[in-house]
């Protein structure tokens, strides 16, 4: 009933910039916070950035002052915009979000297929 459908993901240099996108597609009523995950040693995956609703942001501090992530509440989009890339942000790129169906009372989160992002000279 619902989709993540992740794009953006690519092969740059070291300290280059890429702009992921994931768009929520189905019978959404609503959204609620939205995030970009990637693999971690000794984790599944680790928060890389986050947004609520209300547009407030949270990052990884490997991330901070390098990636932003903003949201288009009427696409229900939500985008990665990462600069100063580093090898060491070369990962699979995960979108979450999680959202209330039409005639549900409840929210699920759901996970994107993933996007590889890849740094390298």
């Given amino acids: 009933q619902v989709q993540l459908v992740e794009s953006g993901g690519g092969l740059v240099q070291p300290g280059g910039s890429l702009r992921l996108s ?3 597609v189905g019978n959404i009523f609503s959204i609620a916070g939205m995030g ?31 990636f932003t992530i903003s949201r288009d509440n009427a696409k229900n989009t939500v985008y990665l915009q990462m600069n100063s890339l580093k090898p060491e942000d070369t990962a699979v790129y995960y979108c979450n ?13 759901y996970w994107g297929q993933g996007t590889q992002v890849t740094v390298s000279s």
Avoid: H, M
């Fill in 36 to 66: 970009w995950y990637r693999p971690a040693p000794g984790k599944q995956r680790e928060l890389v950035a986050s947004i609520s609703d209300t547009g407030r942001t949270n990052y990884a501090d490997s991330v901070k002052g390098r």
């Fill in 97 to 109: 979000a999680l959202i209330k169906l039409f005639r549900s009372s409840s929210w699920t989160g």
């Fill in 22 to 24: 994931c768009a929520a």
